[in-house]
């Protein structure tokens, strides 16, 4: 009996880690609303191209819930609105995003996406309360 449980509980722990795996060329929907909002800012700043994050977005609004493509396509109304009216030292804020956070996909074409940081993988053969860290 326990051991029909504790092979029950590692095939439940390794669909659950499969079954969320994303690969890492795909942007999570946090990562493509960040690059929506970078496209609104490069859309007010006439010195900056769109072309790259637009093909991003693009490509990456494929398979996503409408949620998710309405409320990223909000944000890059909404940044492209408060970057067409900010003066001072808010437009340098801006500036400073569009050059440090939205550099990663500025140039999406021309360089790939710097993959995303994970953990280790589990060794092969760890006990199974380890692969509650995976859940």
Known sequence: ???????VLAAAAATATTAFAQPDSR???AEYM????CAG??????????A????????????????ITEQADHIKADAAHVARRAKGP????????????CKRFLGYPSR????????APLP???PLFMCARAL
């Open 1 to 7: 009996m326990r051991t029909i449980a504790a092979i």
């Open 27 to 29: 942007l999570s929907d």
């Open 34 to 37: 960040q690059a929506a909002r």
């Open 41 to 50: 800012l490069a859309s007010a700043d006439l010195t900056t191209d769109t």
């Open 90 to 101: 808010m437009k340098e804020k801006l500036s400073a995003e569009l050059a440090g956070p």
């Open 52 to 67: 790259p994050v637009e093909t991003l977005l693009k490509a990456q609004g494929f398979g996503r819930m409408a949620f």
């Open 124 to 126: 092969t053969g760890a």
């Open 112 to 119: 790939p996406l710097e993959p995303k940081k994970r953990e």
